[in-house]
């Protein structure tokens, strides 16, 4: 056999995504003898998961290559790459590579999840807190140049603790269960919904259901944080009607995906009253028109898919696993992170 071919596209055009040159380095000097690595000078999108297309540069190398690491992999860069056998993705969501060009071939598909978990748990808790604490009816007030502690203290207060708070997590995977670790340590009670229920309830967990009692378990909910993948079986899944189910006073996560979750119903339980808040990182429409109600709900604390940012300790965790799976994977060992294809993660 010749020389193998790793290609590293991984040069984030976004400042806090820089690749390292240490990284680099690590990369390089983790390469045998009879393998060869190419990293791709050009930028690449990061955000999401990944770029659109590949640089020209990386086309023009994609050819040789048996692994591909980078941020994503569109269709025309697995199309350029007959000889490709692993792709990992530096991204935890896999929704837009599962495409026919990588499905119809034998490529393993390995992705990030876990990586992003402990920042996303952090902004989890972050927003819980805001409507919590009444943050926002704080930030409103300073805006307004406005002393008043009736919202707080007077009829129709809202205040809780993490403590009093029973929270349904929707999807048990990393960034779910560091979810569920962090809330249920300042003593929420966690219950997750998984699709495989008889696998058990992860650290965080008190226990865990499956798809099919997600109606009965809604009505619980003081706090719904949705953490699932996009799949056919979780587009549309917190409809109207289950946003119904939401007790009064509840709170409404979402750092999985926009499409998860009816927009239009949310905001009609946040405009009634009954909803108490909505913790926003991703939305249907990405970018979010600036036409859009949601910008102006003063319930609604949303930011623009940023809860995975950290600048400082994503490329340690990230560096260890590709390092990890190149090994494993040329010893021919299973690999971490290994996506389901059919399943959609």
């Excluded at 129709?156 to 349904?168: D, F, K, P």
């Excluded at 340590?185 to 099919?212: I, M, Q």
Aim: net charge negative.
């Amino acid at each position: 056999m010749g020389e193998r071919l790793l290609v590293a596209d991984l040069r984030s055009s976004a400042p806090a995504w820089a690749l390292p040159d240490r990284v680099v380095a690590a990369i390089n000097a983790a390469a045998p003898a009879d393998w060869r690595v190419h990293v791709v000078g050009a930028l690449t999108v990061s955000d999401g998961d990944g770029a659109d297309r590949p640089s020209d540069e990386t086309l023009s190398v994609i050819g040789d290559a048996e692994a591909y690491v980078g941020f994503g992999a569109p269709p025309a860069l697995i199309t350029a790459a007959p000889r490709l056998r692993w792709i990992h993705s530096a991204t935890a969501g896999v929704g837009s590579i599962l495409t026919p060009e990588l499905m119809s071939r034998e490529i393993m598909l390995t992705n990030s999840a876990g990586v992003h978990a402990r920042p996303i748990a952090e902004y989890v808790l972050g927003g819980i807190l805001h409507f919590l604490r009444g943050f926002d009816v704080g930030v409103r007030q300073q805006m307004e140049h406005r002393w008043d502690r009736e919202p707080f203290v007077g009829v129709g207060h809202t205040a809780r603790e993490v403590s009093e708070c029973r929270v349904l997590v929707v999807g048990t995977g990393g960034i779910g269960s560091e979810s569920a670790r962090l809330l249920s340590g300042l003593g929420a009670e966690c219950t997750g919904v998984r699709r495989r229920p008889e696998l058990g309830a992860p650290e965080g967990f008190a226990r865990v259901a499956g798809p099919d009692a997600l109606d009965a378990e809604l009505p619980r909910a003081d706090v719904l944080v949705l953490a699932a993948p996009l799949t056919g079986g979780t587009r549309h899944l917190i409809t109207r009607e289950r946003l119904g189910l939401l007790p009064a006073g509840a709170i409404v996560v979402n750092i999985a995906r926009g499409a998860l979750l009816d927009e239009e119903a949310l905001l009609d339980g946040l405009e009634s009253g009954k909803l108490r808040g909505a913790v926003l990182d991703v939305f249907g429409k990405e970018p979010l028109p600036a036409e859009s109600p949601l910008w102006r709900a003063s319930r609604v604390l949303l930011t623009p898919h940023v809860s995975g940012v950290s600048p400082r300790r994503f490329w340690d965790r990230e560096l260890a696993l590709i390092l990890e799976n190149w090994r494993r994977y040329r010893s021919g060992e299973p690999l971490l992170n290994l996506v389901d294809q059919k399943a959609g993660y």
